[in-house]
């Protein structure tokens, strides 16, 4: 069956003076923020300008051994930008594999185009799934009916007849078409958000959020401390401007934790890279961590946990059908060649079946989700009309019909199964699906994908909750769980008898597992139900039917040969269309999110403690302990280094909430011990020095102390050991041993211990450290559990 083309499209010609006039549809398609945004996010911010500020004024004052942290700053902006520079050509060249081509009819021949590539005027063929991309006019419609909720909210598709407008945005539901374009680029209506939303972004997490909102307060701290500082300096211990400043910069430089900052950009950045090594496309870069944090996961069934193509296993001709099952095959092949884009049931039919030559099609009714069933009036030479539907048997039959208990044993088998009926009413009666005549079962079989039951196992390892969400026959999708081992698969639920009010839902969503015979309103609602009850929603799929509950879910998963519309609203595409693909999602994620909490916990443990010495040190008014260069030691071997391999590190802790306050509740108290102890040896220190060059050595001993007990911070947040995790600890240690024994790296760093008591002092105040670090740290897990 042959279908006439109504409109030829532009020529050629019109195409080359639409591009030379500029009405080409030019929104750029940015996966990733471009190359000047990723230097100016990483150099030009709030903490390099505070810390450049203080390394200049270093440079004024002070010798270049002061200015170290200076360094360290720039050395760790260059590794953020290299960082993002490789997630973005990760993410550029993904986005490129996975890029809509929309399908333009130019001189009466359909071929697929880039979007960019679209001008005025183009006709765009339109079928299930298609994403309008540019704004237009209906040309032809075939029971076109197009869904713009992404747009206007409201979730009821609108029916289209040529000469409606159509705005960029919205996507088909059900049937095909063409419109041409009307508005492109920038004018069309849906352009500036579908700019906005493609970019690659580092916003907008609980993570990066609560790290806003520490370094916030942290500023607000610095001010006062500075001032005091200074004024202490030089007032009261009467040292010259230069000292004074020196230690003033001493005391602000490691309130800043500056790293943090980076490390989560780069753990980040990493991960994305390492996603796309998997053929994932993170569309949103706190997908990653929203995915982490996930508790429940909502699956479709086809395409999910089975393959997307069927196979006919068997035709049963009914004895109502008063027809044989060669005229059965050719109303089957028929109506598979009445639908210009067959879904994965039709195009099985298709393949079984072509025999629908011949046979005219004078009106059609394409399928959808929310009827269950498609339909065409078929004109046969030899048996003259009729009008026959295709679809769920449990829809279109009434109940206790005998081919319903034939339809049940083989739903059991986890087999899907088709009615084919005839009808007496046209197709545009909405009443057209009552009182048909069934005339046989169509039974199909489903490809069950080869690494669905292992990653089922996984999330269930992960008390990740698997709910199976499908517009199929309810026992059928509880059959094909089943196969795969999912729990509670033996008790599947007929969502048509879900209660339609929220709390009522919610129960039994949490009660049950595999739901059947899903709309895709109730789809929306039951990703609703289960976030009112607190839980954290991935939603998976990759059918037009999807794209609702894709967009109000936490986390939208698509597969990447999905249809374009779900494609647009989720924030992570599997390329591969391999579902095996969603637990290194779900491993990346956890593994940013458990190392950044343990890092943060160092970098704010340092804040603690300086803001501590400083208010002790305008308090007792004494000279600030230590130079700029002994924090940048500290710092180095402590935090910045360890921190960075701890934070790429495998992590496969649950992701949990509040991520301020749990990094706080330890953090606060480790520095506030750190703090006082290396004080209680500074003040030990000046009671047993004196004379020339007692500073150097009080220095040296507070410094000693505050090593160790930063050490120890490191061996408590390296936790559970590995045999890396050991050795790191070990090596930071042995670097401040090369420090105390080598004369230049002594003299670079003004680092002297001068005898054996106040050396095995600052040891004991360290060791009593620890030991207030270890029940604090296990009254923290008491009174915090995880």
């Not at 990483?42 to 170290?68: E, H, K, S, Y």
């Not at 969502?495 to 969503?509: D, I, K, S, V």
Request: with cysteine; glycine share 10%; aromatic share 6%.
């Amino acid at each position: 069956m042959t279908r006439p083309v109504a409109h030829r499209g532009l020529s050629a010609a019109d195409v080359a003076a639409r591009i030379a006039r500029g009405e080409v549809n030019d929104v750029p398609v940015r996966s990733s923020r471009s190359t000047a945004d990723i230097v100016r996010a990483n150099v030009f911010t709030r903490f390099n300008a505070i810390i450049g500020v203080l390394f200049l004024i270093v440079l004024v004052v002070g010798p270049l051994q002061d200015g170290l942290f200076g360094f360290v700053i720039i050395a760790n902006t260059a590794i953020g930008i290299v960082q993002e520079l490789r997630a973005k050509k990760t993410l550029d060249s993904l986005a490129v594999i996975g890029e809509t081509r929309p399908t333009v009819r130019r001189d009466g021949t359909a071929a697929p185009v880039a979007t960019r590539e679209i001008v005025l005027g183009d006709l765009i063929e339109l079928g299930p799934g298609d994403k309008c991309v540019v704004d237009g006019e209906v040309a032809e419609a075939d029971g076109l009916e197009i869904d713009e909720s992404l747009l206007t909210g409201e979730a009821d598709p609108v029916a289209k007849q040529p000469g409606d407008a159509v705005m960029s945005g919205s996507f088909v539901v059900a049937g095909g078409g063409a419109y041409t374009a009307t508005k492109v680029g920038r004018e069309a209506y849906a352009a500036q958000l579908a700019e906005e939303a493609s970019r690659f972004t580092l916003v907008h997490s609980e993570l990066r959020t609560g790290i806003s909102l520490i370094l916030k307060y942290v500023t607000w701290m610095m001010l006062p401390a500075a001032i005091g500082l200074v004024v202490g300096q030089l007032l009261v211990q009467g040292h010259d401007w230069r000292e004074a400043v020196r230690r003033m910069v001493a005391g602000i430089v490691p309130m800043v934790p500056e790293g943090l900052v980076l490390l989560t950009s780069v753990a980040f950045a990493i991960g994305v890279v390492r996603l796309g090594r998997r053929k994932c496309l993170v569309q949103e870069l706190p997908a990653i961590e929203g995915l982490a944090r996930v508790d429940v996961v909502c699956l479709d069934k086809t395409g999910t946990l089975t393959e997307g193509g069927m196979d006919v296993s068997e035709l049963r001709v009914l004895p109502d059908a008063r027809t044989d099952e060669t005229y059965v095959r050719q109303v089957l092949g028929a109506l598979g060649e009445a639908d210009p884009r067959p879904n994965a049931s039709l195009r099985a039919i298709i393949d079984a079946y072509p025999d629908g030559t011949g046979w005219r099609c004078t009106q059609a009714l394409p399928f959808s989700s929310a009827r269950k069933y498609s339909g065409a009036a078929l004109n046969s030479p030899d048996t003259g009309s009729a009008t026959w539907l295709l679809g769920a048997p449990d829809v279109l039959l009434p109940a206790g019909h005998g081919a319903l208990r034939e339809t049940e044993q083989l739903n059991a088998q986890g087999l899907r199964v088709l009615l084919l009926a005839r009808t007496e009413r046209e197709l545009g009666d909405p009443r057209v699906a009552e009182d048909v005549t069934p005339a046989a079962l169509v039974v199909l079989e489903q490809r069950l994908r080869a690494d669905a039951a292992e990653t089922l196992r996984y999330f269930a390892e992960q008390d990740v909750a698997a709910k199976v969400i499908s517009g199929d026959n309810a026992v059928s999708v509880g059959a094909v769980a089943g196969q795969l081992g999912l729990p509670g698969a033996q008790a599947p639920v007929d969502a048509r008898r879900l209660p339609a009010e929220r709390q009522g839902m919610a129960e039994e969503l949490d009660r049950g597992t595999v739901f059947g015979r899903v709309t895709p309103r109730q789809k929306r609602d039951m990703v609703g139900a289960l976030q009112s009850r607190g839980h954290t929603v991935a939603m998976t799929g990759d059918g037009v039917n999807d794209v609702l509950a894709l967009k109000d879910a936490d986390i939208g998963v698509s597969m990447g040969s999905g249809s374009e519309a779900t494609r647009a609203v989720a924030q992570i595409v599997l390329l591969d269309n391999s579902f095996a693909s969603l637990p290194s999602v779900v491993a990346e994620g956890r593994r940013v999110i458990g190392n950044i909490t343990r890092v943060a916990t160092l970098f704010l443990t340092k804040t603690a403690y300086s803001v501590l010495l400083a208010i002790l040190v305008v308090c007792t008014r004494v000279p600030y302990p230590f130079l700029p260069r002994h924090l940048t030691l500290l710092s180095t071997l402590t935090i910045g280094v360890p921190a960075f391999f701890l934070a790429l590190a495998p992590n496969k802790e649950r992701a949990r909430p509040h991520f301020v306050r749990r990094v706080m509740r330890y953090a606060v108290p480790a520095g506030l011990i750190a703090g006082a102890a290396t004080f209680v040896t500074y003040l030990l220190a000046r009671a047993h020095y004196g004379g020339e060059g007692a500073l150097q050595a009080q220095t040296s001993a507070a410094t000693l102390t505050l090593f160790l007990i930063s050490l120890w911070v490191l061996a408590i947040i390296a936790r559970p050991y590995t045999w890396w995790r050991v050795g790191l600890v070990l090596a930071m240690a042995a670097g401040f041993l090369l420090v105390l024994v080598t004369p230049f790296l002594q003299h670079f760093c003004a680092l002297r211990l001068v005898g054996t008591v106040l050396p095995w002092t600052a040891v004991a105040v360290a060791a009593v450290a620890a030991t207030a670090l270890e029940l604090t740290w296990r009254w923290v897990g008491r009174r915090f559990p995880a």
